[in-house]
């Protein structure tokens, strides 16, 4: 030590200048949301019980599409699109499940408790999806601000 007023010099490494991002819990949500979007969108084209229209089917579809290549971006620390644009799907993606909702509490005439009692059961599952893209959406914007 030469000066004792120089500050030190830290070597730092790019694995510090990242955020953190828990991957094996985003890859546990990959591998268990898959198999039941796939379900999902079976019965949605197959069965069509709330007798939603085909394009609105295929629009949610695309739009699930969008946020599983975010779940892959983010379970397997991949660059894909900007931070902007992942910004900008996130209200997408919650307009389309608030949609949803609707579409299927509009079809069944069920007393107020029971749909307070089915949106307190779903409402935590939809977090899952929406916290995915803005989680992604962070992790862009910090990577693309370097």
């Known amino acids: 030590m030469d000066n004792p007023y120089k500050p030190p ?3 730092m ?3 510090e200048n990242t955020v953190s991002v828990n991957k094996t819990w985003w890859r546990i949500v990959l ?11 079976y019965e949605s084209f197959a069965v069509n019980e709330y007798d939603q229209s085909l394009i609105w089917r295929v629009v949610s579809l695309l739009i ?10 983010l379970a397997f620390d991949k660059k894909i699109l900007g931070s902007k644009f992942w910004g900008s799907f996130l209200p997408v993606i919650i307009l389309n499940d608030i949609g949803e909702l609707y579409l299927v509490f509009a079809v069944f005439n069920e007393e107020l408790m029971a749909t307070i009692v089915t949106i307190a059961v779903i409402f935590p599952i939809l ?20």
Not at 130 to 144: E, M, Q
């Open 31 to 41: 591998f268990v949301f898959v198999p039941l979007e796939i379900w999902g969108e």
């Open 13 to 15: 490494d790019e694995v």
């Open 64 to 73: 699930y599409l969008v946020f599983y290549v975010a779940l892959v971006g």
């Open 9 to 11: 010099v830290a070597d």
């Open 127 to 146: 977090i899952i999806p929406w916290y995915a893209v803005y989680k992604y959406y962070k992790v862009r914007k910090f990577n693309d601000a370097e």
